[in-house]
């Protein structure tokens, strides 16, 4: 059902982010999110939309079971990352990324229950954005 | 074993001492102490263990403590469903008076209970030795609060906030002492160990106890320790010194 759930707001997220740049965007292509604090995705966003959620979870299995720590699709660097340059957050409104983006395809991210979703301190952070330490 | 089977094994440890000579005469790769690189996966060639000298323990010090709830992001309340990770315990042994103090926590065991009854996997232990929920598969059940015989566990109950970016934790899942594996598997050192030595008691040693080199194993070598409840067999990578 999950499964299923998650797969349908990825097509939707695709659908309606698709040609919209990295950035702000206040249009009806897609949610205005907080532009991302530097640099490019580790991956080209149009397959982050999609497919975020297999990324980290198979990344998550090798950071928690085998204990490696820099991972390419680490969420701690998703939220340094993505995180709002004021409150250091990627929940709290409609422009935070990851809630921006979640509510408009209407879908719940079920991470936050556990994982902070404040960004880390810079020094951590710089080391996580360099080996996506986490 | 017959004379053959054991010359070959003898050949074979022979060969694999020179080949390891060859390989690295007297220069390590990376941090052999902390025994991986944060990019590679733990080994079983390391066995993360502490030391605890309950003789330098200070009664009503709480250090180790207060530095765990910092580091984690628990609450540091102690309501009756509050987690604790550690938790400083005082015994007195009444025909004599002696009176100790100790820091308590999941004693990362060998043989795990808390691994073994767990249903969904979700419970286990890295190859390294370390303990750990994987709170992605846990569902709460709680049988590994009943299967451990330390009272290591905790089960969150409400929902957290204010979570440590490192640490994850929330509403309905099992958790414990994860020896700061996130410290470590970045060459760090547990911070109860930290503060410890940063009050200048120095009562809690951390290291690799397969490494015959590290300070943990000279002093294992050298002094009487005790697992606790070393009768239950689940040979504990936590041991106590004076007790
Ligand atoms: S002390 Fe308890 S929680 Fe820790 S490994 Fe042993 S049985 Fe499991
Ligand atoms: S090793 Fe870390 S998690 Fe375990 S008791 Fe010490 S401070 Fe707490």
Same mark, same amino acid.
């Given at each position: 059902?999950?499964?299923?759930?998650?797969?349908?707001?990825?097509?939707?997220?695709?659908?309606?982010?698709?040609?919209?740049?990295?950035?702000?965007?206040?249009?009806?292509?897609?949610?205005?999110?907080?532009?991302?604090?530097?640099?490019?995705?580790?991956?080209?966003?149009?397959?982050?939309?999609?497919?975020?959620?297999?990324?980290?979870?198979?990344?998550?299995?090798?950071?928690?079971?085998?204990?490696?720590?820099?991972?390419?699709?680490?969420?701690?660097?998703?939220?340094?990352?993505?995180?709002?340059?004021?409150?250091?957050?990627?929940?709290?409104?409609?422009?935070?990324?990851?809630?921006?983006?979640?509510?408009?395809?209407?879908?719940?991210?079920?991470?936050?229950?556990?994982?902070?979703?404040?960004?880390?301190?810079?020094?951590?952070?710089?080391?996580?954005?360099?080996?996506?330490?986490? | 074993?017959?004379?053959?089977?054991?010359?070959?094994?003898?050949?074979?440890?022979?060969?694999?001492?020179?080949?390891?000579?060859?390989?690295?005469?007297?220069?390590?790769?990376?941090?052999?102490?902390?025994?991986?690189?944060?990019?590679?996966?733990?080994?079983?060639?390391?066995?993360?263990?502490?030391?605890?000298?309950?003789?330098?323990?200070?009664?009503?010090?709480?250090?180790?403590?207060?530095?765990?709830?910092?580091?984690?992001?628990?609450?540091?309340?102690?309501?009756?469903?509050?987690?604790?990770?550690?938790?400083?315990?005082?015994?007195?042994?009444?025909?004599?008076?002696?009176?100790?103090?100790?820091?308590?926590?999941?004693?990362?065991?060998?043989?795990?209970?808390?691994?073994?009854?767990?249903?969904?996997?979700?419970?286990?232990?890295? $190859?390294?030795?370390?303990?750990?929920? =994987?709170?992605? !598969?846990?569902? &709460?059940? +709680? %049988?590994?609060?009943?299967?451990?015989?330390?009272?290591?566990?905790?089960?969150?109950?409400?929902?957290?906030?204010?979570?440590?970016?490192?640490?994850?934790?929330?509403?309905?899942?099992?958790?414990?002492?994860?020896?700061?594996?996130?410290?470590?598997?970045?060459?760090?050192?547990?911070?109860?160990?930290?503060?410890?030595?940063?009050?200048?008691?120095?009562?809690?040693?951390?290291?690799?106890?397969?490494?015959?080199?590290?300070?943990?194993?000279?002093?294992?070598?050298?002094? $009487?320790?005790?697992?606790?409840?070393? =009768?239950?067999? !689940?040979?504990? &990578?936590? +041991? %106590?010194?004076?007790?």
């Amino acid at each position: 059902m999950r499964a299923a759930g998650i797969l349908r707001a990825a097509i939707v997220a695709t659908l309606l982010l698709s040609g919209s740049a990295m950035g702000p965007v206040a249009s009806a292509a897609g949610p205005a999110l907080d532009p991302p604090r530097s640099g490019p995705c580790v991956e080209d966003p149009k397959l982050m939309r999609r497919s975020h959620m297999e990324f980290l979870r198979h990344d998550r299995d090798d950071t928690v079971r085998r204990g490696i720590r820099p991972v390419k699709h680490s969420l701690a660097a998703c939220v340094d990352c993505h995180a709002n340059a004021k409150d250091g957050q990627v929940l709290g409104s409609e422009q935070h990324f990851c809630q921006g983006c979640h509510s408009y395809a209407a879908v719940k991210p079920d991470c936050f229950g556990c994982h902070a979703s404040t960004a880390r301190p810079a020094t951590t952070a710089s080391a996580g954005a360099a080996g996506s330490l986490r | 074993m017959n004379p053959v089977s054991k010359r070959r094994r003898e050949f074979l440890g022979t060969a694999a001492t020179i080949a390891g000579a060859m390989i690295a005469p007297g220069v390590f790769l990376y941090d052999y102490a902390h025994g991986k690189a944060p990019g590679e996966a733990a080994s079983g060639k390391v066995r993360w263990g502490m030391l605890i000298d309950t003789t330098k323990c200070a009664s009503g010090c709480r250090d180790c403590v207060d530095a765990c709830n910092q580091e984690n992001g628990l609450p540091g309340t102690t309501r009756p469903t509050d987690s604790q990770w550690i938790r400083k315990v005082d015994l007195k042994d009444l025909k004599t008076g002696k009176a100790i103090s100790a820091p308590v926590m999941c004693q990362h065991c060998a043989d795990p209970p808390c691994v073994d009854v767990c249903p969904t996997g979700a419970s286990f232990k890295r $190859a390294d030795g370390i303990v750990l929920v =994987d709170r992605h !598969t846990c569902i &709460g059940c +709680r %049988y590994c609060m009943m299967a451990c015989p330390y009272k290591a566990r905790s089960f969150v109950h409400e929902p957290t906030t204010g979570q440590k970016p490192d640490v994850p934790r929330g509403k309905g899942c099992v958790e414990s002492c994860t020896l700061c594996v996130h410290k470590v598997d970045r060459g760090g050192t547990p911070s109860c160990v930290e503060a410890c030595a940063a009050a200048g008691h120095h009562a809690i040693v951390f290291g690799d106890l397969n490494d015959p080199q590290s300070e943990i194993s000279k002093r294992v070598r050298a002094v $009487a320790t005790t697992q606790l409840r070393a =009768d239950l067999r !689940t040979d504990n &990578g936590v +041991r %106590y010194q004076g007790i």
